[in-house]
């Protein structure tokens, strides 16, 4: 077969799943945080992605959000390579994220915080919104309206106006949430989002996940350390140790593995 005929098998390949990595390597200097990491995510599936603290996840997740540029390998969203591409080319493709600590505009209400992900999807030209032309009113209502809407899924539509610093500490989880979810991603990354939550508020958080996939039609990457949680709402899992895939497959099967309980437990 030739290159091209082998190119375009690659890609027809890639396509049947909204995440594709293959070999993703990234070292800073001499340490090699990464190493061949490969992993295929079909349309709908919340994937786990699991390991000790230190064990390359979040880094994983800033190369495929475009904060890291891989060292080697490559990754594609839906047969489309993206690899060592901006972090605003990324996000117009279709792959949003939270993070581990909340990242919300303090100073800014909670329906504003969900508009600065709408505007990331705005048709409004700079021309118009410089000079506050009718046409960039008429955006700013419909991406108001828009704003609400989504907080409504969530049930945070009567705290619209609220201070987002003012939210309690699951509803700011719903709020990131909702705003990496208003930049239409085909891919969501969601980084430890049971991270400082009572069990009460976990449960909560896992309904919402599946929720979103559902209400969204989404596909979902999550991190967690939480093995109730990822073995309650994942399918999948991969198990990073220092950077190396330790073990890949079903949750059940995974979390039973002696190699992934010494990784946790020590020997």
């Not at 979040?58 to 891989?70: A, D, E, H, Q, S």
């Amino acid at each position: 077969m030739n290159r091209r005929g082998s190119a375009e098998n690659a890609g027809r390949a890639s396509e049947m799943s909204v995440l594709k990595t293959e070999n993703l390597s990234i070292a800073f200097g001499g340490l090699k945080a990464v190493t061949g990491f490969s992993v295929e995510i079909e349309k709908n599936q919340i994937y786990g992605l699991i390991g000790p603290n230190g064990a390359g996840k979040t880094t994983v997740f800033n190369m495929l959000t475009g904060v890291y540029k891989p060292t080697g390998g490559r990754f594609f969203l839906e047969g489309e390579d993206l690899t060592g591409k901006s972090p605003v080319f990324i996000n117009r493709k279709g792959i949003a994220r939270t993070f581990q600590n909340i990242r919300l505009f303090s100073n800014m209400s909670v329906r504003e915080n969900v508009m600065v992900g709408l505007h990331s999807a705005s048709k409004c030209d700079p021309f118009s919104s410089i000079l506050r032309l009718p046409r960039y009113w008429k955006t700013e209502k419909a991406l108001r309206e828009e704003a609400l809407a989504l907080l409504h899924v969530f049930g945070l539509d009567g705290e619209a106006e609220t201070l987002s610093s003012s939210l309690p500490y699951g509803k700011q989880r719903k709020l990131e949430i909702a705003r990496a979810l208003a930049t239409k991603p085909k891919l969501l990354l969601l980084d430890e989002p049971a991270a400082g939550m009572n069990p009460h508020e976990t449960g909560e958080l896992m309904e919402t996940i599946r929720f979103i996939r559902d209400r969204f039609d989404m596909t979902i990457l999550l991190i967690e350390h939480d093995l109730k949680l990822v073995s309650g709402i994942c399918e999948l899992v991969t198990v990073l140790n220092f950077g190396t895939t330790l073990a890949q497959g079903r949750v059940d099967e995974v979390l039973k593995n002696p190699d992934v309980v010494t990784a946790y437990l020590g020997e």
